[in-house]
């Protein structure tokens, strides 16, 4: 079976997704997104042991051999990001027993989780295709059933934002396709490995550049890059708390992920970045975001937006390391997409069980919560301080490579860019701490006790604060799988 | 002038392409602005169909004899007719690989050319168009439920008007 696991671990899930929406029962649905997903898990570790030991997976959907057949293949770029997702996509599912009842009406339970599920399987489906049209399909599997969550929300505005992501995501999505039919048009394929060999020969053609145009302008709408990013803040205030924080995780990670894979594996780095130049859109807009939208983080009264322009912020520095297409700035990207997904992950659900038992999570109703909910706050804490950036925790990680990377690139200002932003980092979580900390909670006469959330909230929530720590403290796995992957993504020795 | 009447097919797609936008960008209008998005999207289905169409082709399917020579044949009759015109390289290609696939090089495909040859359209691009449809028409259908949701939530459709009534709460 183990041979299978690249199509098994979207086949799954796939066929999962419509039987959680037609069991009536919401915890006979949850049951089987729990399972879909620690499926995707156990899938996500097993191919990533597969990659690390034996190399590059190859896997033939249906025994038809590419460029003719669809091809699934994992290297360590894509079984990292397949794993990012997975865990994360495990992690929220546990979360969302609670978290979906309080929030959503009972009968559209099912219904949630079966888009849920769907949209977890078309992240790990782009991640695990060879197929640039392959990657499209997913990618509209992804963002069908994300727009449906987002709408989910309490808020009414929960569907305006949705219908604003759904327009400036199907935009995004529909240049990716010109984008891949204009390289369709030139090779007469649609395999990234076989696209790789061929667009060589045919990149002197207009056609070739415009296609490059089309897909990094599709991608960075999905990555929600400066100033592409107006569908996002509002998208994840208003969705609910767990799509928020499986979202927030893993779609603009993948979104990342599709841009490295076009640039180096298909298009090649040597096209992208010294001929088309791309780095130098790339790092003005990333730059322009990181400060831009950490400030802008500063002055928003709700915890969700806040984290939401951070959100903007750190994908920022994700496509500076990219941008710096060097082996260090590539790793230091990589290694950001996993523990960006690990912190944030821990701040929206930290503030889902603020949801939970507070009813809202503005800062005025924030008042006083580190003495009520003082798990919940201290899960938050620690997410920000990996946010800020802190030794002992991935943000420290991500930081120390990202900075590195500029530093060996001779691009001092960057650096200290980098570290200017994480003071203003400081300044937004401090924010929401010291609302939780420093002021009195305000209505005490009736209920001072503790509010504290249930543990089916507080135990995801914490184990995700623990694998913050772990690979704060020992980051050698993690840096050893992102600079191997970055090896492979610039072509330099793939292990 | 031939190179304008030449590439009908791109302008039209074009047009179609900037009109979707303008309508997406300029309205306010819920509705209207999904309208512009499925132009928009058409405009693309038109551009992957006029991709893989051969002048005077025929459906893709398989006429006369059985087995992989004619059938290697036929593609070899798509590839040498197509001549110049671009969407016929993309063929040329796609044959080069139904040929592979039929355990033949392409150059032995191309001897064998003369016996039987029917030439017909790219069918890949039309197929994967297909799928493109679906997503297109998943994408207004979610769309569209959005909208009398938000309907019967605001009273409204027009984004001014939401915009408003969310800045006043």
């Known amino acids: 079976m183990s041979e299978h696991l690249p199509v098994l671990l979207v086949v799954v899930p796939l066929l999962a997704a419509p039987v959680a929406a037609l069991v009536p029962h919401p915890r006979v649905a949850w049951a089987i997104t729990v399972g879909a997903a620690g499926w995707a898990l156990y899938a996500a570790t097993g191919l990533l042991g597969r990659v690390m030991e034996e190399g590059v997976i190859r896997y033939e959907l249906g025994g038809w051999s590419p460029p003719l057949g669809i091809e699934y293949r994992v290297d360590a770029v894509n079984a990292w990001v397949i794993l990012i997702v997975a865990t994360i996509g495990a992690i929220t599912a546990l979360y969302a027993l609670r978290s979906v009842e309080r929030e959503l009406e009972r009968d559209r339970i099912p219904l949630f989780y079966a888009a849920f599920i769907l949209c977890m399987t078309g992240l790990l489906g782009i991640a695990v295709t060879g197929d640039v049209f392959n990657v499209f399909v997913f990618l509209e599997i992804s963002s069908l059933s994300a727009y449906g969550l987002i709408a989910m929300g309490q808020d009414r505005r929960a569907l305006t934002s949705s219908y604003q992501y759904l327009i400036m995501g199907s935009v995004g999505a529909t240049f990716i396709v010109i984008g891949i039919g204009l390289m369709y048009g030139m090779t007469g394929t649609l395999n990234m490995m076989d696209l790789a060999e061929r667009l060589p020969a045919v990149m002197d053609t207009r056609t070739i550049p415009v296609a490059f145009a089309f897909l990094t302008v599709g991608f960075s709408l999905k990555l929600a890059l400066f100033p592409l990013h107006l569908w996002l803040p509002n998208a994840y205030t208003f969705a609910p708390s767990t799509v928020t924080a499986f979202i927030a995780s893993t779609a603009t990670k993948v979104a990342v992920y599709m841009m490295l894979r076009f640039f180096f594996t298909v298009f090649g780095a040597a096209f992208a970045f010294d001929v088309m130049n791309v780095d130098m859109i790339l790092l003005p807009l990333s730059l322009v975001a990181i400060f831009s939208m950490s400030l802008v983080a500063i002055y928003q009264d709700n915890a969700k937006r806040l984290l939401a322009y951070s959100s903007v912020a750190q994908i920022g520095y994700m496509v500076l390391g990219i941008s710096f297409a060097t082996v260090m700035g590539l790793t230091a990207g990589i290694i950001h997409l996993f523990n960006h997904a690990l912190m944030k992950a821990v701040l929206f659900m930290a503030l889902g069980a603020v949801f939970y038992r507070v009813g809202s999570v503005e800062l005025e109703a924030m008042r006083g919560l580190g003495k009520r909910m003082p798990w919940t706050m201290g899960a938050f804490v620690a997410g920000g301080l990996s946010l800020i950036g802190v030794p002992l925790t991935v943000g420290f990680i991500s930081k120390w490579y990202l900075i590195t990377g500029a530093l060996e690139k001779g691009w001092w200002p960057v650096a200290v860019l980098v570290l200017i932003t994480s003071l203003m980092a400081v300044i937004y979580v401090w924010k929401v701490i010291e609302v939780a900390y420093f002021h009195e909670f305000p209505g005490s006469e009736d209920d001072d006790g503790a509010l504290e959330a249930p543990l089916a909230l507080l135990i995801p929530t914490w184990a995700l604060v623990f694998v913050n720590v772990y690979f704060g403290v020992d980051a050698s796995l993690t840096s050893r799988i992102a600079g191997d992957a970055a090896r492979i993504l610039l072509g330099e020795g793939a292990p | ?169």
Do not use: C, W
């Open chain 2, 1 to 169: 002038m031939n190179f304008l009447v030449g590439h009908y097919n791109y302008e039209v797609v074009i047009l179609l392409m900037m009109v979707g936008f303008y309508i997406l960008i300029s309205r306010g209008n819920l509705v209207k602005k999904l309208l512009g998005l499925s132009l928009f999207q058409t405009s693309v289905f038109i551009m992957y169909i006029s991709l893989g169409k051969v002048a005077g082709g025929t459906a893709p399917i398989l006429m006369g004899g059985h087995g992989g020579d004619d059938h290697a044949a036929e593609d070899a009759g798509g590839h040498a007719v197509g001549g110049a015109d671009q969407a016929a390289e993309v063929l040329g290609n796609a044959a080069a690989e139904v040929a592979q696939a039929a355990g033949q090089t392409a150059e032995a495909a191309g001897h064998a050319s003369g016996a039987g040859e029917v030439l017909y359209s790219n069918p890949l691009p039309h197929v994967l168009i297909l799928t493109a449809i679906v997503v297109g028409i998943a994408t207004t259908a979610v769309g569209l439920s959005l909208v009398i949701r938000i309907k019967e939530s605001y009273g409204t459709i027009e984004e001014d008007e939401i915009h408003d009534m969310d800045e006043s709460l």
